[in-house]
């Protein structure tokens, strides 16, 4: 940024005849007035030396942040923090810089950023990733203070958020109308505040945001208490002195309504706000605490004497000529609905094609509308999916004919190898893989039938998280590499096995990479025949 230097010009004629004499006092302003010039110059040589400086040391944290991250990309990312925090710097912070670069153009770096915004996270991906995070919070029960240090279970590292950060976590619920994961945030956000930590954020944004929330919760004494707190720091603060003056009234007029004989200046409770303190609202998932239990590990239904009818064993796919050698271990995961899983299924090479093969199309996983059968996004699947063909490779090839052998079931009129990678809160909710009868036109356009069986082949482990739960009959299957699972979605009879009802846990360290066949009905009436029941 250049400077412009204004300085009046005197006429001429006036000039010549102050310039010795009559304008000597002028000529002494004029000294002062270079002066000023002059500090203002070393003011403009200190701004530019303070803003290299401040870019400097951008790039020195920088270059050793991507140092650690380009290391190990998927581990960087698989910690939902440092890949809410990419989301945040890629949005906001990379943004600040060049604003302040652009205070003294530099056209290498804004070429540069030009060339590389397209790529960059927008709004939307900003926010998606703080969701993410309120619902890993939720699922594994994680208290809004164990995020910001880091500490997730199992994990222990020095990934932290700043007051700012979780400032802007609790604003991204607000903006969401869902105060619950607000409050829980703001309150963070003053916590690590008076704690001394330094902020760009003040106090009063935080109480204005926090107070409001806490208001929505319906706890009037604690909004009350906070309220005052934010008009006590800044009295002229119009919203928050009107808020209280209604705070006040509405908790009087409860107070009479309840013939209660009780001062509105009541002591809020003293207690911090964090996750228990107040209810989590209910969503549109009935079966949201057991299916968040089975992820935490909890409520796992398998009993000594269930487990007792579990083995494992060879499986050569009926006398398969290409297993008898090589047959594939087999073992049971659970009775009813019998459950297998196959060990050795995939190795790290054919893992790697695939996930080759799939990532250039990677796109966000969508799901059929039931009313319209029209395919959609939707916040209940977090992923992003690819379609790979049998003809395209020859890995692909051999392992669809790999997973006919081992089923005995045809994959001809099988879907398309499915993959999937889930990562930081990825999640798919309880779901059924089957068409049930109120949406008989679900695979239609296909022609094949309904979805008889799922084949699902996991190719990587994952730290914590991602397990496949059956919020039913409360079963919980952990990932492991180069393992598969298998089970039937139909009764013989072709009747939905509604039991099968399956979720995929939320992704809370690490990265999930799975591959799916679903197998259809047709083609199978020789391989499965109908049994004599409807539930055989």
Not at 264 to 269: H, Y
Not at 300 to 320: A, H, I, K, P, W
Not at 328 to 334: S, V
Not at 482 to 497: A, H, I, K, P, Q
Request: hydrophobic share 35%; glycine share 6%.
């Amino acid at each position: 940024m250049g400077l412009l230097f204004l300085i009046e010009q005197t006429p001429p004629s006036h000039l010549s005849v102050c310039y010795l004499s009559l304008c000597t006092g002028q000529m002494t302003d004029l000294l002062y007035t270079e002066k000023e010039l002059v500090q203002s110059l070393r003011e403009y040589i200190k701004a530019e030396e303070s803003k290299l400086a401040a870019v400097k040391s951008w790039a020195t944290k920088l270059d050793a942040l991507t140092r650690t991250s380009t290391a190990d990309p998927e581990g960087y990312l698989g910690h939902p923090v440092n890949a809410y925090k990419l989301m945040k710097r890629l949005n906001t912070e990379w943004s600040e810089l060049e604003s302040l670069v652009l205070q003294n153009p530099s056209d290498g770096f804004i070429s540069n950023m030009s060339t590389h915004r397209q790529y960059f996270p927008d709004e939307e991906d900003k926010t998606g990733a703080a969701r993410a995070l309120m619902r890993l919070q939720d699922t594994y029960q994680l208290d809004s203070e164990a995020f910001s240090k880091g500490k997730l279970p199992g994990v222990h590292s020095n990934v932290i958020l700043t007051v700012d950060d979780c400032f802007d976590m609790g604003k991204t619920a607000y903006n969401d109308a869902d105060y619950y994961h607000a409050v829980l945030w703001m309150q963070q956000a003053l916590k690590q505040l008076d704690d001394g930590e330094e902020a760009v954020i003040s106090k009063v944004e935080i109480l204005d945001y926090l107070s409001y929330s806490v208001y929505q919760m319906e706890d009037l004494p604690r909004a009350i208490e906070l309220t005052r707190r934010l008009v006590a720091i800044d009295p002229s603060h119009q919203r928050a002195g009107g808020n209280l003056r209604y705070y006040e009234r509405l908790l009087l007029k409860q107070f009479s309504e309840q013939n209660q004989a009780q001062d509105q200046d009541q002591p809020a409770s003293e207690e911090p706000i964090q996750l228990g303190t107040y209810m989590r609202p209910k969503d549109h998932l009935p079966e949201r605490e057991s299916y968040e239990a089975l992820c935490r590990g909890e409520g796992v239904q398998m009993t000594e004497t269930r487990r007792s009818r579990l083995f494992c064993r060879y499986q050569d796919g009926y006398r398969n000529p290409r297993l008898l050698l090589k047959p594939m271990k087999e073992e049971d995961e659970w009775d009813s609905p019998h459950i297998v899983r196959y060990l050795e299924m995939l190795s790290d090479k054919e893992i790697e094609k695939i996930k080759e093969l799939a990532k250039p199309r990677l796109a966000r996983a969508t799901v059929r509308d039931p009313k319209t059968g029209v395919l959609t996004t939707a916040n209940y699947r977090v992923s992003k999916s690819a379609w790979l063909d049998g003809e395209e490779d020859p890995v692909i090839a051999r392992i669809n004919q790999r997973i006919e052998d081992i089923t005995g079931l045809t994959v001809d009129t099988a879907e398309l190898l499915q993959v999937a990678n889930y990562g930081v809160g990825g999640q798919y909710e309880p779901h059924f893989d089957f068409s049930r009868k109120d949406e008989p036109d679900a695979f239609k356009r296909l022609g094949t039938g309904n979805r008889v069986a799922t084949f699902l082949n996991y190719m990587s482990d994952v730290e914590a998280g991602g397990a496949t739960v059956f919020p039913d009959f409360g079963a919980a299957i952990r990932p492991r590499k180069g393992t598969s699972v298998f089970w039937y979605n139909l009764f013989r009879s072709g009747e939905g096995d509604y039991r099968t009802r399956h979720a995929a846990c939320p992704v809370l360290v690490g990265s999930k990479w799975v591959s799916n066949k679903w197998f259809h009905e047709r083609g199978q009436e020789f391989r499965r025949p109908c049994g004599l029941t409807e539930v055989d």
